[in-house]
């Protein structure tokens, strides 16, 4: 996923990408919604051209909307689904937001159809903010949303311990292929040959006890 924003931003700074994937880390502290779901957000608001800046600004009034239109549990289809709808308003559609049930003024819809990317945005974020605001937050505070953040962290946990330990298994890994296989394998006849003998001496023993064992 955060490959995807990469690819998305590739015309903005590694410094641009970097400030979303932190801002996705910092508001799964604060909310309900995985870091993973959303760096999908935004991703998705970066497929229309955005600037960071904006894909910034509109992320946390976008996940209020997401936590009140879909739950503390929103999959990542869904996310897709709502980002993507709400996105069409930065096209100058703003019957997408009327649809959802949102009421416009006219200015509103004057800024969202000839404004620029800065006004719509600042004018989006006020029509979420005016119905959803801290939406995202507050779930937190539920005993539901509670046991939600503390899953996020904890499969959160899991990447950065999975990622603090990749270098060690690559270079475990290394030194078995490199050191230890290139000593085992002029030994791997040796070791065949005493299992072999071994088993033989086994079955030697074993044999002539098998008619004793029967009659028992």
Same mark, same amino acid.
Do not use: C, W
């Given at each position: ?175 078995? @292929?490199? /050191? $230890? &296989?290139?000593? =085992?394998? !002029?030994? +791997? %006849?040796? #070791?065949? *040959?005493?299992?072999?003998?071994? @088993?033989? /001496? $086994? &079955?030697?023993? =074993?044999? !002539?006890? +098998? %008619?004793? #064992?029967? *009659?028992?």
């Amino acid at each position: 996923k955060e490959l995807n924003i990469e690819i998305e931003l590739a015309k903005h700074s590694d410094t641009s990408v970097q400030a979303l994937l932190n801002q996705a880390q910092a508001l799964e502290k604060v909310g309900v919604l995985s870091k993973d779901n959303i760096i999908v957000a935004q991703g998705q608001l970066a497929t229309f051209d955005l600037q960071a800046s904006s894909i910034k600004k509109l992320t946390p009034a976008l996940l209020d909307y997401i936590v009140a239109e879909k739950g503390i549990g929103a999959s990542t289809d869904e996310v897709r689904q709502l980002t993507n709808g709400l996105a069409q308003a930065l096209n100058g559609q703003y019957a997408s937001l009327t649809r959802t049930g949102f009421i416009l003024s006219d200015q509103q819809k004057h800024l969202i159809e000839t404004g620029t990317e800065a006004e719509k945005i600042t004018t989006i974020v006020d029509i979420l903010n005016s119905t959803y605001r801290d939406f995202n937050k507050n779930a937190r505070d539920t005993a539901a949303g509670g046991m939600q953040a503390l899953r996020n962290q904890f499969n959160s946990m899991k990447e950065e311990i999975g990622m603090e330990l990749l270098p060690v298994v690559s270079d475990l890994a290394n030194i078995f @292929l490199n /050191d $230890v &296989m290139p000593a =085992i394998k !002029p030994l +791997i %006849p040796i #070791i065949g *040959e005493f299992l072999t003998t071994s @088993l033989r /001496d $086994v &079955m030697d023993i =074993i044999i !002539p006890l +098998i %008619p004793s #064992i029967m *009659e028992l």
